[in-house]
């Protein structure tokens, strides 16, 4: 664990150039202010399966330390949120982090300051102890006994969910199909509906639903829930508590995310989010690292599509990074998304929403542009800055991360070839 006298000497230096930065937001810029507190409140829950080091189907590179265990996540987890405390919150991956004691799980995640949020489940891979397979799908199989199986599994990662304290299940299907005439797509549909209409029913009353889609991948012709449009007709035919999730790496190129995230919001069928970046597919690469314009876009709708609800920016959607680290130390990589997320998102409060509906009525497209591209060139990493300082973090976590030799403590404490579950 990081001290908080190790963050304070850090700060202390870092200090005169922080301020010189941020005078000209407290001397000019009466906005500073509100997004300081709201960047304050705003928390990024990490997933317990990017932990370790990812791969492709082609290898794995681990770099070590991997966390060998449930509390070794947490304990990481617990790492980044007392570096920039903005990462409040782990969402687990069931079966490959079950909470053997959830009592002594949830303690160990308050001693850190982090809470649960979504519980995930797996029906995508088969496990060892498993009867029957999920080779040709699990919530939308032919065979009942299949389908029974997977909402089997979901009601009890509910009930894990229930014993941490969290309040909403991902459920993401790689059900769908390979080639042309393998699946009736009706029957399909229909058997997927059924079977998640089943898990709703298991939900609390006071939990969420988030239906996850994604275009392609590990099925290649087609997916049961492959667009933003199908798993919004599932939440729809679902009920009050089923949500559309939203994974920035699972549209076909060039789908306009921002759109889709301002008609669901509309809907009020925006339940939650994965943020990554990619240039090809499903890539899982850093929040923000490939297209910036694109998160400031999504988060410009998301800020505008909230206020116009009244909702709690903090609270109201579920905000989960899901990403994977092929070449890079996942710790560092998590601190880089989380800040990308904090930047697109202080970039949007920024925008000038008057005016800019006032150029969107009077037709004029060059000062919407303007308004927005004013707002998206804004730097604001200062007041994100600022907004760790006052929260008791690290006004530079990955500069600490990287003084403190952290990697290489946890490869002298864990070893150098532990290997972390996940994909
Ligand atoms: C599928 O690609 C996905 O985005 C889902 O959210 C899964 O739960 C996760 O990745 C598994 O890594
Ligand atoms: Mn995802």
Excluded at 209 to 220: G, L, R, S, T
Excluded at 227 to 242: M, N
Excluded at 352 to 375: S, T
Excluded at 404 to 413: A, F, M
Aim: charged share 20%.
């Amino acid at each position: 664990m990081i001290q908080t006298n190790q963050i304070s000497d850090h700060n202390d230096a870092l200090r005169p150039a922080h301020q010189r930065k941020l005078a000209p937001w407290t001397d000019a810029v009466e906005h500073a202010e509100p997004i300081i507190q709201k960047l304050i409140e705003f928390q990024i829950a990490i997933p317990s399966w990017a932990l370790g080091t990812g791969g492709t189907r082609f290898g794995r590179f681990p770099g070590g330390g991997e966390p060998r265990s449930l509390e070794e996540k947490i304990a990481d987890v617990g790492l980044l949120h007392a570096l920039n405390r903005s990462s409040g919150a782990i969402s687990l991956h069931i079966p490959w982090d079950i909470p053997t004691d959830p009592a002594a799980i949830r303690q160990l995640a308050a001693s850190h300051g982090l809470a649960f949020d979504a519980v995930n489940s797996n029906t995508f891979q088969d496990q060892s102890d498993q009867t029957l397979s999920y080779k040709f799908g699990s919530l939308q199989h032919v065979d009942a006994g299949v389908r029974q199986q997977a909402i089997d599994h979901n009601i009890e990662v509910i009930r894990h969910g229930v014993e941490l304290g969290s309040k909403s299940i991902t459920v993401w299907l790689s059900d769908g199909s390979c080639f042309p005439g393998q699946l009736n797509f009706r029957k399909a549909f229909n058997n997927a509906l059924n079977s998640l209409g089943e898990i709703y029913a298991a939900l609390p009353s006071d939990w969420k639903m988030f239906v996850e889609y994604k275009a392609y991948e590990p099925n290649f012709y087609s997916t049961t829930v492959g667009d933003w449009g199908s798993s919004l007709l599932y939440a729809s035919k679902l009920g009050d508590k089923a949500y559309t999730l939203v994974d920035l790496g699972h549209h076909l190129p060039n789908a306009n995310i921002e759109q889709i995230v301002a008609i669901l919001l509309n809907e009020q069928k925006l339940g939650g989010f994965h943020f990554n970046d990619s240039k090809y597919g499903d890539d899982d690469l850093t929040a923000g690292s490939i297209k910036p314009y694109q998160l400031f876009l999504i988060f410009n709708e998301l800020v505008d599509g909230m206020d116009a609800r009244g909702m709690n920016h903090a609270t109201d959607l579920g905000w989960m990074i899901d990403a994977s680290h092929n070449v890079k130390d996942p710790l560092e990589d998590l601190l880089q998304s989380v800040e990308a997320i904090q930047i697109a998102y202080a970039q949007a409060l920024l925008v000038d929403r008057l005016a800019l509906e006032e150029a969107r009525e009077a037709n004029d497209a060059v000062r919407a542009q303007e308004i927005l591209q004013d707002a998206a060139r804004t730097d604001v990493r200062p007041l994100v800055a600022e907004a760790r300082l006052r929260a008791g973090a690290s006004l530079n976590p990955l500069a600490l991360f990287r003084a403190q030799n952290i990697r290489q403590k946890l490869i002298q404490e864990r070893g150098s070839k532990t290997v972390a579950t996940g994909l």
